[in-house]
């Protein structure tokens, strides 16, 4: 089946760590996209990646990093510069401006 | 800045009610729109999207959305609800041309009551 993971799907930190929230994709996507959700907010992108070994700040990056080093792959890293990392992060790819095609999430809460 | 605002943050409507969800867009250039559909614990899942063509689209579960680009909007309709509709819908814009940035409205959450 082709489709997006990602793991694992509830996540909880302690304040002052820095944690990494895995995607990976089967779908042949060359773009990946990581979105935050909060309630009301929508959803706000914050990193993204159109190519391998390059990627784009979004509009909310500040205290997060990604990486992209192989094409199925995009993973990222929250980390303790992020003031307010409890949401639920979504993963998504897609070809061009097509449609994205968004995973599971993970729920992440900083206790 | 580019924005995508949806009007209506909370709707509630009985089963066999009419639905209309408003979308407008600040965006100046050409555009693909999508609406995306949240179920309760399920993936965020494309309803429909309009690259060009024929500016009323059919998507899936028989939901449509117009799209009127003198006023900037993308309003998604449905004739008539059923409670497995209750979901939170999403109004989504990229600008061709202009990288791969897709922008999220706030979302809607509809409750369908039986």
């Known amino acids: 089946d082709g489709g997006i993971t990602q793991s694992p799907k509830y996540l909880f930190r302690k304040e002052g760590q820095n944690v990494t929230l895995s995607c990976e994709q089967n779908l042949n996507h060359d773009a990946m996209y990581w979105y935050r959700q909060d309630p009301g907010q929508g959803l706000r992108l914050i990193y993204y990646?159109?190519?391998?070994?390059?990627?784009q700040k979004g509009d909310i990056a500040e205290g997060y990093s990604v990486s992209r080093e192989k094409k199925e792959s995009f993973p990222l890293t929250v980390t303790s510069a992020q003031k307010n990392p409890t949401a639920f992060y979504l993963c998504?790819?897609?070809?061009?401006?097509?449609?994205?095609?968004f995973g599971p999430g993970t729920r992440l809460t900083v206790l | 800045a580019q924005s995508v605002s949806q009007h209506n943050h909370h709707v509630i409507l009985s089963e066999a009610a009419s639905l209309e969800l408003g979308c407008n867009y600040s965006y100046g250039g050409t555009v693909n729109l999508f609406w995306y559909v949240q179920y309760p614990g399920q993936h965020l899942q494309l309803l429909l999207k309009y690259f060009s063509g024929d500016p009323l689209v059919k998507g899936i579960k028989g939901f449509e959305a117009e799209f009127i680009k003198s006023k900037f909007s993308f309003n998604l309709r449905k004739p008539s609800v059923q409670w497995s509709d209750t979901a939170e819908y999403f109004c989504a814009v990229i600008l061709t041309g202009g990288g791969n940035k897709l922008t999220f409205g706030t979302g809607t959450q509809l409750k369908v009551e039986l």
């Open positions: 998504a790819s897609s070809i061009g401006t097509s449609e994205q095609f």
């Open positions: 990646s159109q190519i391998v070994n390059d990627f």
